[in-house]
Structure formats: C-alpha cells, structure tokens
C-alpha cells in the first residue's frame, strides 16, 4: 500500500448505529487530519493530530470522536449521527517540521475518502 | 477573515482552449497557495503550489499567478484536455496560533468540464 489509504469507502449506518473509519498513512507523516467534504462546500477540517497529540478541535459535534494511536492510523468513531452528517469524510496526512523558522509542511496528502450515508 | 473565495462555480471549454480559475482571500498571514484536484471517487491531489514572494509559478501547463496586493491567485490551463476534467480547489494556509502544522483554508470548488 502507497499513500493514504481509508476504509470503508462506503459506509450506510442509521442514526443508532455506532461505526468507525479508519485512516492509514504510509507516507512516514507525523500530522494526521480529518477533513468533510459536503457538496458545493469547501472542505470542513475537522481534527488535527500531530505527533499523535489531538492539536485542533474545529467545534466538532461530539458524536464525531477521534483517536490516533500511532502517526500512521488514525480513526473517526461515530455515533449517533444525524442526517446531516452525511458527506465525504476525508483523512489527510502532512510532514510538520519543527523548525524555528516555523515553515512547516503545507503539503497534505489526501485519501480517497469515505462516503458516508446517514439513514 | 479566514474564507478564501473561489470562482467560477463551474467552468466549460473546448479541448485546447485556456482554463481559468480564481481566488481571493483577505487574511494577509496567509504564505502558502496550493491548488488540489479532486477526480470523482478520489481525494484531492495537490497539483501545484505557490509562496507570496512569487508573482508566477509553472509546471507544464498549469500556471499559479499570484497577485499579493490584491490579494487575488489563479490557476491557469492551458491547451485544456478532456483528462482535465475534475474539481479543483484554491487553498490558502497560514500557521494559526504558533503551530507547527500548516492548516489549510479551502475555497469552494470549481467543476470544470472540457469538452473534445
């Protein structure tokens, strides 16, 4: 495997239901980003972890729960969900260089997404 | 402040013909703008990328032009082929709170539609 990869690519849960997505990087990153893609929308970050630390929270509803337990996975639990949430949910992943220059890493390197119906 | 306008919505034209996409942004710590190119199915790929120090920046036929005092960037493609029909995103990114991460701002989207 090369890049980013995801699973499930597609995913149909009810509003009950409780379900992961799972994010894997093979690119030897140490950031890790969720992002959603809704039509006609720019892309939502969602998350950010860098060096498996969570380092942003973008107001994200609760029923959205990250966890990253090493720089190369990355999971969204689900939960309850609405409707609404339905999307494209996207992981990315970015080299951070911790430099005193702060030029950090803008490259991010995407998956090809979960497609996530909400029932 | 963080928004980053993109426009058109969509774009048709012919095989051969130029391509154009802008953006605006009006946050002035932005010192990153990459472009991304989304294929059905598939996440976004960065295509090209440009720093605020240059006004152009060129990889085959894709162009960036970047205007900083108006705060304005644009993709150009030129002899556009059917293959260059995708979404393409404008992103802007800036280092939010002293972090060491690039966080990115993204523009809506522009469906473009080449025609043979």
């Known amino acids: 495997e090369t890049g980013v990869t995801q699973t499930p690519r597609h995913l149909v849960m009810g509003m009950t239901n409780k379900k992961s997505l799972k994010c894997e990087q093979h690119l030897g990153h140490n950031a890790m980003y969720w992002y959603k893609q809704s039509a006609k929308k720019p892309l939502e970050l969602m998350f950010v972890y860098s060096l498996e630390e969570r380092v942003e929270n973008n107001s994200v509803p609760s029923r959205f729960s990250p966890e990253c337990p090493n720089s190369s996975h990355l999971f969204l639990h689900l939960h309850t969900l609405q409707p609404e949430d339905s999307a494209l949910y996207l992981c990315a992943s970015s080299q951070d260089r911790f430099d005193v220059s702060g030029t950090g890493s803008y490259e991010q390197y995407f998956g090809p997404g979960t497609r996530l119906t909400v029932t | 402040q963080q928004q980053v306008k993109q426009s058109p919505q969509s774009l048709i034209v012919q095989k051969g013909g130029i391509s154009i996409i802008n953006c605006a942004y009006e946050n002035t710590a932005f010192d990153y703008f990459p472009w991304y190119q989304q294929f059905p199915g598939k996440g976004p790929a960065l295509l090209i990328a440009?720093?605020?120090?240059?006004s152009e920046k060129k990889e085959g036929r894709f162009t960036i032009s970047f205007n900083k005092s108006a705060k304005q960037f644009s993709l150009h493609i030129m002899d556009s082929q059917p293959g260059d029909s995708a979404t393409y995103f404008c992103?802007?990114?800036?280092?939010?709170?002293?972090?060491?991460?690039?966080?990115?701002?993204f523009g809506q989207g522009t469906i473009l539609t080449v025609h043979p």
């Open positions: 992103a802007a990114g800036a280092h939010a709170g002293g972090t060491s991460y690039g966080k990115l701002t």
């Open positions: 440009i720093r605020p120090d240059v």
